[in-house]
Antibody, heavy 126, light 109 residues
């Protein structure tokens, strides 16, 4: 059974840093790209970042570029999101999601995000 | 920036057909994914490559894509279909290259 379990979400002050983790099981982690997607409670989905199977390529939404970093440890079956200079607008539920592709980019035919974790809540507030 | 437009809500009686549209410039040339999200749960992939069903998704759920509109169709609607549905595409030039629609709330009457 595929499982993705996020952790690390908490209440944090604006300007501070936070690191999210996603532990996966049930599939060969180092065969697939991985992504972070966030959702403000009651609102829609927003793609945040993606990483290639071997960390060779990284992608970020413009809204987090320069502040967030994505990484993975294939030996530990884990995905990470380092969030720096947090803003109130970063408040959201953060999901990790598995891609069917090896690369984070979605050139045609775009591979879907076929498994998602349950999310971890990040609240940025003073 | 590329925008996907979905109706905020669709209401449908049990046993009837719900159609959810996703409008985007030349979306017919793109791979469209559809996700279902029930309250308090993570999104679940229900349609990939515009019209394929992942394992475990019933045949009542289907997708099509042409021109400027992709459509998710749910036939013989059941109470358990009540959820938010999101379309998604890749658009490399966009602010967020993985673009999600704003979501459609399906209410079963």
């Amino acid at each position: 059974e595929v499982q993705l379990v996020e952790s690390g979400g908490t209440l944090v002050q604006p300007g501070r840093s936070l690191r999210l983790s996603c532990a996966v099981s049930g599939f060969t982690f180092d065969d697939y790209a991985m992504h972070w997607v966030r959702q403000v409670p009651g609102k829609g989905l927003e793609w945040v970042s993606g990483i290639d199977w071997n960390s060779g390529g990284l992608g970020f939404a413009d809204s987090v570029k320069g502040r967030f970093t994505i990484s993975r440890d294939n030996a530990k079956n884990s995905l990470y999101l380092q969030m720096n200079s947090l803003r109130t607008e970063d408040t959201a539920l953060y999901y990790c999601a598995k891609s069917r592709a090896r690369f984070w980019t979605g050139y045609y035919p775009t591979e879907p995000f076929d498994y998602w974790g349950q999310g971890t809540l990040v609240t940025v507030s003073s | 920036s590329y925008v996907l437009t979905q109706p905020p809500s669709v209401s449908v009686a049990p046993g009837k057909t719900a159609r959810i549209t996703c409008g985007g410039n030349n979306i017919g040339s793109k791979s469209v994914q559809w996700y279902r999200q029930k309250p308090g749960q993570a999104p679940v992939l229900v349609i990939d490559y515009a019209s394929d069903r992942p394992s475990g998704i019933p045949e009542r759920i289907s997708g099509s894509n042409s021109g400027n509109t992709a459509t998710l169709t749910i036939s013989r609607v059941e109470a358990g279909d009540e959820a938010d549905y999101y379309c998604q595409v890749w658009e490399s030039s966009s602010y967020h290259p993985y673009v999600f629609g704003s979501g459609t709330k399906v209410t079963v009457l």
